[in-house]
């Protein structure tokens, strides 16, 4: 990103160009303006602003196919939801981690995340008020990468099944999929 007066220098703006650039699948743009604004809060953010920092560079490094990368991201911004008691991000980080686990063929680790998110999901009995109190694009970009890593996920399934080779199908190629 070239550096001039007219460039945004706010968490928010920084964060909204990044998810623009990130719409256009312009990858490395979306994470140079990620990394700008979490610079910009990384000392003095509300865990809010932590969360979606962490959040959206996690989802550029998903996208990009940099498993490793996006989910230590998306543990980061999990250790932040839980000690906030954030139930609504909770239950999306354990699933788009279960998608991650389940992109790198770790099958079982993958269950235990989907798991975990059916049973916050279970326990959670006050989602409408939460979902009141939080900020609305906070998770906004997950979303995105959510729904396109279930179509995916869905889509390799369906391959498996039809031609009655699930390991060939879903073990190694399902982990090459953006």
Not at 15 to 24: C, D, E, F, N, R
Request: some cysteine; glycine content about 4%.
């Amino acid at each position: 990103m070239k550096k001039n007066s007219d460039e945004p220098k706010d968490f928010k703006t920084l964060s909204q160009l990044g998810q623009a650039y990130q719409t256009k699948h312009q990858f490395q743009k979306a994470l140079a303006c990620y990394k700008q604004a979490y610079a910009t809060i990384k000392n003095q953010a509300s865990p809010d602003d932590l969360i979606v920092a962490l959040v959206n560079m996690g989802a550029i490094y998903w996208e990009m196919s940099q498993l490793r990368k996006a989910t230590d991201l998306f543990h980061d911004s999990l250790l932040i939801v839980e000690r906030i008691g954030d139930d609504v991000g909770r239950r999306m980080l354990y699933s788009i981690i279960g998608i991650s686990s389940w992109r790198k063929g770790e099958f079982v680790k993958a269950i235990e995340w989907f798991e975990a998110a059916l049973k916050v999901s279970t326990e959670a009995k006050v989602e409408y008020e939460r979902s009141q109190i939080i900020s609305p694009w906070k998770y906004e970009i997950l979303l995105v990468v959510m729904e396109r890593g279930i179509v995916t996920l869905k889509n390799r399934i369906q391959i498996a099944q039809n031609q009655h080779d699930a390991v060939r199908i879903l073990l190694p190629s399902f982990s090459m999929v953006p």
